[in-house]
């Protein structure tokens, strides 16, 4: 696959501003040397729109709804509602404690085909459940966006799914110096 000047320097800027050399603990235990840092990402406008606009190319014709995980999923969703004028849910891991109590926020989603958006897709399980979750309450999702995949069977496990999983960067795009353990 040949990569644009364009998109490399979005993937160099990226890497530069997102892609942490640090120590870094996952959610089940897993320590990393490096992580992808998507609050940095999010934090710089340009970079942000730039990224947005990017992602926006992957999003296929017949979406109806982009569907945003918290946290890292959030910003990148309404930047991405911006640049491609459709309109945004965002989803919560689990149902709201309090107030509204919902778990799904935003846009009405009943019968509009849906795409999930995430910063980093590892294994693909918490894109999975958010799918279902999403497909329970009556939003089609055959697909999902990412910023950066990591080859760690979310997309094989998404696919037996039927969610297609599209990424702008995956692991091997981005500099020897941030490739490593991104997470």
Same mark, same amino acid.
């Given at each position: 696959?040949?990569?644009?000047?364009?998109?490399?320097?979005?993937?160099?800027?990226? *890497?530069?501003? !997102?892609? %942490?050399? @640090?120590?870094? #603990? /996952?959610?089940? +235990?897993?320590? =990393?040397?490096?992580?992808?840092?998507?609050?940095?990402?999010?934090?710089?406008?340009?970079?942000?729109?730039?990224?947005?606009? *990017?992602?926006? !190319?992957? %999003?296929? @014709?017949?979406? #109806? /709804?982009?569907? +945003?995980?918290? =946290?890292?999923?959030?910003?990148?969703?309404?930047?991405?509602?911006?640049?491609?004028?459709?309109?945004?849910?965002?989803?919560?891991?689990?149902?709201?404690?309090?107030?509204?109590?919902? #778990?799904?926020?935003?846009?009405?989603?009943?019968?509009?085909?849906?795409?999930?958006?995430?910063?980093?897709?590892?294994?693909?399980?918490?894109?999975?459940?958010?799918?279902?979750?999403?497909?329970?309450?009556?939003?089609?999702?055959?697909?999902?966006?990412?910023?950066?995949?990591?080859?760690?069977?979310?997309?094989?496990?998404?696919?037996?799914?039927?969610?297609?999983?599209?990424?702008?960067?995956?692991?091997?795009?981005?500099?020897?110096?941030?490739?490593?353990?991104?997470?």
């Amino acid at each position: 696959m040949t990569t644009s000047p364009m998109r490399a320097g979005l993937t160099a800027r990226l *890497a530069k501003t !997102a892609c %942490v050399t @640090a120590p870094f #603990q /996952l959610a089940d +235990g897993a320590r =990393l040397d490096s992580y992808f840092d998507e609050y940095r990402l999010a934090a710089d406008p340009a970079l942000l729109h730039d990224t947005a606009a *990017a992602l926006a !190319a992957l %999003v296929p @014709a017949d979406a #109806q /709804l982009l569907a +945003g995980i918290e =946290l890292g999923g959030v910003p990148l969703v309404v930047a991405l509602s911006a640049a491609t004028g459709l309109p945004a849910v965002f989803l919560r891991r689990r149902p709201k404690g309090y107030g509204s109590r919902r #778990q799904i926020e935003g846009a009405a989603h009943a019968g509009r085909r849906t795409v999930l958006v995430d910063d980093v897709v590892r294994s693909g399980g918490q894109l999975l459940k958010m799918a279902r979750t999403l497909r329970i309450a009556g939003a089609p999702v055959t697909d999902a966006l990412c910023v950066l995949e990591r080859p760690l069977g979310g997309r094989l496990l998404l696919a037996e799914h039927r969610v297609t999983l599209h990424s702008l960067l995956t692991e091997a795009d981005l500099p020897p110096s941030h490739s490593g353990d991104a997470a």
